[in-house]
């Protein structure tokens, strides 16, 4: 029986993390995480958008493990605040701040904001890098919602208890996983992942 390929799923944060393992698993791939890899040298996210940041990550830990490798870069879009935190959600508050602290920030920001003008988006932008660090694909996925004046539920990760999406009118945080796995900008921008790594898969091997 030929081996399953292998694919290192390249992100430091669990919630993440874990999404992606939920939507990968129909794949026939062997998944790791960064956290298989002990002594991996964490990739710098020096990029001014989205693509640039996960392009080097994608990158950067596929020459260090040798191993195809799909990174996400993502984020939290607010109109009423010109389009952040963007490429700086996980960093809003500092580097070592929690969910809660962020998302007290992001509220405290928008406190003299009505709920009418708080549209916003979460981005999500996927990259696939070959093990010798050639970044193969690309996808995008956003999902539009607006942030709620207070957070509500217990699911999710990130700004995801203060996130609404059109249509729905619960946060990503109190909708069940398997409705957010649907509609998120991260289901969307693997989309285009998946059809990409199936190919690879079945012409390749995983390389």
């Given at each position: 029986m030929?081996?399953k390929?292998?694919l ?11 999404e992606?393992?939920?939507?990968l698993?129909?794949?026939p ?7 298989d890899?002990?002594t ?10 989205f ?6 990550k ?11 490798t ?17 490429v700086l959600?996980?960093?809003y ?11 007290d ?11 009418g ?20 694909n ?5 999902c539009?919602?607006?942030i ?7 699911h ?7 996130f ?6 619960s ?7 398997s409705?957010?796995n649907?509609i ?17 898969t079945?012409a390749s091997?995983?390389?």
């Open positions: 030929t081996p390929p292998s290192l799923v390249a992100t430091q944060n669990e919630g993440k993390l874990r992606l393992r939920q939507l698993a129909d794949l791939l062997v998944l790791f995480g960064l956290e890899f002990p991996i040298q964490t990739v710098a996210e020096t990029g001014l958008t693509v640039e940041n996960v392009s080097l994608a990158s950067g830990y596929a020459t260090q493990v040798q191993m195809l799909l990174a996400d870069d993502s984020g939290l879009e607010v109109d009423a605040l010109d389009g952040a935190p963007g959600s996980a960093r508050a500092g580097e070592a701040a929690s969910d809660a602290v962020r998302i920030k992001l509220l405290a920001e928008l406190s003299s904001i009505e709920i003008n708080r549209s916003a988006r979460f981005v999500s932008v996927i990259a696939i890098a070959s093990r010798e660090g050639s970044v193969l690309v996808s995008k996925g956003t539009e919602g607006h709620d004046l207070a957070p509500h539920g217990e999710g990760f990130g700004y995801d208890p203060v609404i999406p059109r249509g729905f009118t946060t990503f945080a109190e909708l069940a996983p409705v957010k649907r998120s900008h991260r289901a969307r921008a693997l989309r285009g992942a998946l059809d990409y790594l199936r190919a690879l079945i091997g995983g390389r």
